[in-house]
């Protein structure tokens, strides 16, 4: 049963460290997803990727977030620095096309920045 | 900003169809209506989705009325584990244009 992975499922961090979270799209998956969701915004897409290249960080703030794919089985989402605002529930999603029908969503990463 | 507007909350007995409506009026020729479901704590599930034609697979139905401007995804045999956060979501189908854009949905509970 292919999953999108996350990891890691929770972190607990102080204001100004660095956070990376890492995703694994399914197999063969080529657009990747990176989302957030809070009790105040609900869920907010912050970037995506095709073949590894990105193709939309608009809803990402730029100063402190960096996404990326080194390969195609991983995804980076990285803070730097982080601050308690960003504490969130981030969803990392893949889908098999350009004509993708179906998100994958992963079980989530739960950041938590003191 | 999302482009559909859903009741907030919903309740359906065990075992009854759940009927959740969505209103989408500004919903353009090429977009297609999206629906997924989050249950609590995990991440959004795909459940079914349409362009002008009412669609059935083997979670849910949706039907679409004729000027698109409002949908119904209708779980026919609701269950416990249907108790869900639904999303309706309105969006174009082709390359570069895959952006869910997901408003608040309606918490739906099912209650034995």
């Known amino acids: 049963d292919a999953r999108v992975t996350q990891t890691p499922r929770d972190k607990v961090t102080e204001m100004g460290q660095e956070v990376t979270m890492r995703c694994q799209p399914i197999l063969g998956h080529n657009t990747v997803f990176w989302y957030r969701q809070t009790m105040m915004q609900g869920l907010e897409l912050l970037a995506y990727?095709?073949?590894?290249?990105?193709?939309?960080d608009s809803g990402m703030p730029k100063d402190r977030f960096s996404a990326e794919m080194p390969d195609a089985t991983l995804a980076t989402l990285k803070i730097q620095p982080s601050e308690p605002r960003d504490s969130a529930v981030y969803f990392c999603?893949?889908?098999?096309?350009?004509?993708?029908?179906?998100?994958?969503f992963g079980p989530g990463t739960r950041l938590t920045v003191l | 900003d999302a482009k559909t507007t859903q009741p907030p909350s919903m309740d359906c007995a065990e075992g009854r169809a759940a009927n959740l409506p969505c209103n989408h009026s500004t919903i353009s020729g090429n977009e297609y209506v999206y629906w997924y479901r989050q249950i609590h704590s995990q991440g959004p599930q795909y459940i079914i989705h349409g362009l002008k034609n009412n669609e059935t697979n083997e979670m849910a139905s949706l039907i679409i009325t004729e000027d698109r401007k409002s949908s119904t995804l209708i779980l026919p045999h609701a269950t416990l584990r249907d108790t869900a956060v639904y999303y309706c979501?309105?969006?174009?189908?082709?390359?570069?244009?895959?952006?869910?854009?997901f408003g608040k949905g309606t918490k739906l509970t099912v209650n034995p």
């Open positions: 999603a893949s889908g098999p096309g350009s004509s993708t029908d179906t998100q994958y």
């Open positions: 979501i309105v969006r174009l189908r082709q390359g570069g244009s895959e952006k869910l854009v």
């Open positions: 990727f095709r073949n590894r290249a990105p193709l939309d």
